[in-house]
């Protein structure tokens, strides 16, 4: 996005950024960040690091495109290291991150890879580990969505892929790195407004993000018996890519953002610091807890 509001200055949120009507622009999945218009605001030309997260190790996935790639950025920016994950077809996507945050003098480790593979989520943690030279955050926000008008149209591999990338995937990952993460740590998840008012163009999705509220919950509990605290943020209408690579019908692309209360959809860039704050100390009497971020819609 050329024109980036000051996120620092006060004004009027609904006008922040762009509103619909916007293009229909149908894409295969995963989409890619730079076919959008307009492109998302990830914060590149905004974002300002106050040295939070100075020394922290952090591995992101989805962590090329959308909201995934603002927290990188954000994360970065506040001294951090990190490795993102994301699918071999995307290494565009994730090609222009590195070349940023490269360039800015921070780490960024690429290690791209399916997730609906149990092997594949146990390397990625050691990867990671080994690369960054431990880990302190995971941030578990890749997600398959397909919108499909009847549960007559979705197909047992489609119902798979959505479970497999946006739950198995959570829990080998979660699995494969709760015993390496050191007292402080965190584990934040990515859940949706879908997760408590679902569409029903979104039966397999919705479900999804369902099952990783109680995930967290019940996991953070566990967790802290080591000092490690897991939390999920609940994102309402955000412009990423994956919306307009069939997360909705083009129709809704359209107007997506409209039914909020903001009446437009939220970029990356203004929820990277939700992701910032729930990573360090700030947070740290934070657990087992979901943070929305839906532009006034409540969960
Ligand atoms: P995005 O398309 O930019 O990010 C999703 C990422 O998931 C992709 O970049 C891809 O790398 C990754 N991914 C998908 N399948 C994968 C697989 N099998 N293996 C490895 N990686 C895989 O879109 P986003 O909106 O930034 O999505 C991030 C998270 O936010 C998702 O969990 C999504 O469900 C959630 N979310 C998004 C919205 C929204 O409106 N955009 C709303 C609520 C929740
Ligand atoms: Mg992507």
Redesign the pocket.
Known sequence: MSDTPNQYAMQDPRSQYPSPPFPRQPQE???L?TKMEPE?DHGETSYRGFGRMEGRKALI??????????TAIAYAREGAAVA????PS?EK?AQSLADLIEGEGGTLVRL?????DES?CVQLVEDAREKLGGLDVLV??????TAQESIQDITTEQFD?TY???VY?MFWLSKAALPHIPAGGTIIN?????GYKPSANLLD?AS??WA?IGFTKALAKQAIESGVRVNA???????????P?G?QPQDSIET?GEQVPMGR??Q?AEIAPTFVFLATQESGYISGEVFGVTGGDPT
């Open positions: 999945a995963p989409g960040t998302p996935t989805g962590g090329d495109s959308g909201i995934g790639r603002a993102i994950n994301y699918l995307e996507d791209p890879g399916d997730l609906q594949f578990i926000n890749a997600g398959n969505q892929r497999k990338t946006n995937a990515v859940t949706s407004v879908q999705y999804t993000k990783i943020v609940a994102p309402g209408p955000f412009w990423t890519p994956l919306q690579s997360g997506f959809p939220g990356p």
